[in-house]
Every structure is written in structure tokens, then in C-alpha cells.
């Protein structure tokens, strides 16, 4: 049975364009979902600029998805060193 491709257009605000800085990331998860909480942290304080919830399928896609990306980054323009994670804990205020 043949498959149909279906065009979808994703429509995005300016604002969303702009995109969001993020310096940290914090994963939490449950058996049904993950939890990606993106952050500006500048001591003594920070904000939260994105939380995305994913299925752990969908989840596991988009990790494959970035180191398949990574890997050609890295082919193009050599390795990446990583960054040291922060040495203190980072809290939620309401």
C-alpha cells in the first residue's frame, strides 16, 4: 500500500522566531513523559525560559536526532570540548 506524504506548515510568532537563550538544562521523568526545563542561570538567580514534555518515545527520536546532528557538526568543524556543569544545586522559586 503506497503512503501519502502529507505537507504540514508549522506556523511560528515572531516572538517564537526569536528563540530562547539557555545556559542549563535540567531532565526530569516519569514512566509517561520527560520533562526538559531550559534555563538562563546567572547567580544568584536565573529563569525558566521553556519546559517541554515529550513521550519517551518521541524522546528517544529526538536524542538520536541530536547525536546524528552533533556528529556532523562535528565532521565540519571538529570536536567540541564540553563545558564543566555548574557546582551548585539549582532551585525553583514560585
Known amino acids: ?3 501519502i506524504q502529507q505537507q504540514i506548515q508549522i506556523k511560528a510568532s515572531d516572538e517564537k522566531l526569536k528563540g530562547e537563550y539557555s545556559n542549563v538544562m535540567q531532565i526530569l521523568h516519569t514512566k509517561e513523559e520527560f520533562v526538559l526545563d531550559f534555563m538562563n542561570v546567572f547567580p544568584p538567580t ?5 519546559r517541554v514534555i515529550l513521550s519517551p518515545g518521541h524522546f528517544k527520536r529526538m536524542v538520536s536526532a541530536m547525536e546524528e546532528n552533533l556528529k556532523k557538526y562535528e565532521e565540519v ?3 567540541i570540548e564540553v563545558a564543566e556543569a555548574p557546582k551548585s544545586g539549582i532551585g525553583f522559586q514560585g
Request: charged share 10%; no cysteine; proline share 9%.
Open 77 to 79: 568543524n571538529g570536536p
Open 46 to 50: 536565573g529563569t525558566l525560559n521553556s
Open 1 to 3: 500500500m503506497e503512503q
